[in-house]
T-cell receptor, first 117, second 114 residues
Framework: GNSVTQMEGPVTLSEEAFLTINCTYT??????LFWYVQYPGEGLQLLLK?????DKGSNKGFEATYRKETTSFHLEKGSVQVSDSAVYFC????????????????FGQGTILTVHP | DGGITQSPKYLFRKEGQNVTLSCEQN?????MYWYRQDPGQGLRLIYY???????QKGDIAEGYSVSREKKESFPLTVTSAQKNPTAFYLC?????????????FGPGTRLTVL
């Protein structure tokens, strides 16, 4: 079946440091890939997405590139801010063996990011 | 503004009681989903519905029930059969014509069973 593996957290950084959160996946067919962010006590917000190989999703200074050869979708940001402190989820949507997905998302376990001033 | 609302934000219940969590969307989305979030485990799918009057079990449906009588509403009932109901519950919706399957999430309901 489909699965997503994220790097173990929590991740603690100083402001302006470089961020990488690793994400690898296993899926049938050609999945769409997503990064969602969850701020404390809130629901999930879509951060960025990529829908085919070599696509780069970007938003708010965050980037991730869909790498089919390594089945990865690592999240990066060149200079983090205190306001980036949140939980980050990698997710995919892929068809099942019958060729349908019903829009279901498969999530990684989430990575807690804390940025200190 | 279009979006998804969940109520209440916090819910406390005694063990053995059924409780219903509300989810309403005004995005005109056909598909709706319920997820459960536990610390360190990501999100797990409870139930989903592609159209009105139809829904399917997700990965952890035992102890839960849903209904989809209106396009805008997808309430979740946590029954007394759910062995460990304390969790954060998230509702989501999706436009069925979106082939990339982007989902939009509500703010969540934190259920605590005493």
């Amino acid at each position: 079946g489909n699965s997503v593996t994220q790097m173990e957290g929590p991740v603690t950084l100083s402001e302006e440091a470089f961020l990488t959160i690793n994400c690898t996946y296993t899926a049938t067919g050609y999945p769409s890939l997503f990064w969602y962010v969850q701020y404390p006590g809130e629901g999930l917000q879509l951060l960025l997405k990529a829908t085919k190989a070599d696509d780069k999703g970007s938003n708010k200074g965050f980037e991730a590139t869909y790498r089919k050869e390594t089945t990865s979708f690592h999240l990066e940001k060149g200079s983090v801010q205190v306001s980036d402190s949140a939980v980050y989820f990698c997710a995919l949507s892929a068809p099942n063996a019958g060729g349908t997905s019903y829009g279901k998302l498969t999530f990684g376990q989430g990575t807690i990011l804390t940025v200190h001033p | 503004d279009g979006g998804i609302t969940q109520s209440p934000k916090y819910l406390f219940r005694k063990e053995g009681q059924n409780v219903t969590l509300s989810c309403e969307q005004n995005l005109n989305h056909d598909a709706m989903y319920w997820y459960r979030q536990d610390p360190g485990q990501g999100l797990r799918l409870i139930y989903y519905s592609q159209i009105v009057n139809d829904f399917q079990k997700g990965d952890i449906a035992e102890g839960y029930s849903v209904s989809r009588e209106k396009k805008e509403s997808f309430p979740l009932t946590v029954t007394s059969a759910q062995k460990n109901p304390t969790a954060f519950y998230l509702c989501a919706s999706r436009r069925s014509t979106d082939s990339y399957n982007e989902q939009f999430f509500g703010p969540g309901t934190r259920l605590t069973v005493l």
